[in-house]
């Protein structure tokens, strides 16, 4: 018994603008610091890293950012992306509640992550930059970045973990065909690099140490510039196409949610689905609950410390206040290398600090749990990462069942997990361990925190 619900939008519903929250915070973020005096950043600090243009969409407080056509032209190879009803995980659940997920797995890297890495490729370009260096941790982010800076013509180089770069080939295969090169990180390129290689010569590399090599390569390169794939203010920003979106279509299917879900690595496909409405909340509209899903393993908002700290271990990124574990936190292996990162995006973590955003863990084998009982029912094998948020969906519709309610429950489906088959395979075997993060490195972590701010 199917009955499939699909809402579809017409290209002229394309968002022609990025909604930027900076200008409904009832508190403004508090500023980046330069790593070396701990002074608040200004423009020109950032310069040798990326294009004046995202600089000052980091620094922004307009609520509408018009997206350049060339952009919106990209973005339509996939979107408006697809939101459906999940009509029959419903019905497997025996909840009232009505299950709405938004698709990002349509784009051509199969997640959100082109939203943004088309935009910066665009950036770049306008401003006569010919090569982008950027990390990656399971590769979803590298292979994003190859596609985009392919279609503007621009170089990438991508430094992958390494121990990524070993076991999962299939995203590096994926960056070469569209024509990026790709080094197994910690590399001997850098000098990040090789003092790591120096201290551990046998290092499996860790986002962290990816980020040192790949901001070193764009700040000694005239004409190299870096890319993050999440984190900042303009990478969340980019991602509210993917809000402003849903909000449309809840509209079509004639509902609002009561709560809205994602899963939370540095913040941007939560950010991309929950602005929007958080936003229209703060301007004294309608209130959602904003639910953001992290892995018990990494619990940077529901564990950490807000507190500034650096983006990579070698201490090049700016000091910026989020939620962290610190920068020398080595989380247990987990299969959802996208949900491994040490810290929060800062306006993720602001708003948690609000109020706004309810964090949540949960552990590794529940999430795979969730997943296959959504694949068997929607049909759509979830990357692991979306595998967290479909676990925060199917708690909030058990609930809802439980207390009787008819909860509008709605969540970002960040991408598929064609090239992530093996985490399956290893849940299906019983070898996935729900581990916890270990307090006392934990403790250690954040004694290494500096003292800024
Ligand atoms: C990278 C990734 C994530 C995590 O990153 P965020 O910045 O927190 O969104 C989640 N899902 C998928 C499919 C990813 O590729």
Partial sequence: ???TVKYLLDEEHLPKSWYNIAADLPEP????????TGQPLGPDDLAPLFPMSLIMQEVSTEREIEIPEPVRDVYRLWRPAPLYRARNLERALDTPAHIYYKYEGVSPSGSHKPNTSVAQAFYNAEEGVKKISTETGAGQWG????????HFGIGVEVFMVKVSYHQKPYRRNMMEVYGARCHASPTGLTNAGRAVLQRDPDSPGSLGIAISEAVEVAATHDDTKYALGSVLNHVLLHQTV???????????????PDVVVGCAGGGSN???????FIGEGLRGGRKVRAVAVEPAACPTMTRGKYAYDFGDTEHLTPLMKMHTLGHT????GFHAGGLRYHAMAPLVSHLVELGEIEPRAVYQNPSFEAGVMFARAEGIVPAPESTHAIRGAI??????KEKGEERVILFNLSGHGFLDLSAYEAYFAGKLEDSDYDPQALEEALKGLPEAG
């Fill in 1 to 3: 018994m199917t009955d």
């Fill in 29 to 36: 973020l508090a500023p980046p610091l330069h790593p070396g």
């Fill in 143 to 150: 292979s994003s970045m190859a596609f985009a800076g392919a």
């Fill in 242 to 256: 993917i809000g402003q979106e849903a909000m449309k279509q809840m509209e079509m299917a004639g509902e609002y």
């Fill in 270 to 276: 939560f950010a991309g689905i929950a602005f929007p």
């Fill in 329 to 332: 936190f080595m989380p247990p």
């Fill in 395 to 400: 708690d909030e519709a058990l609930d809802a």
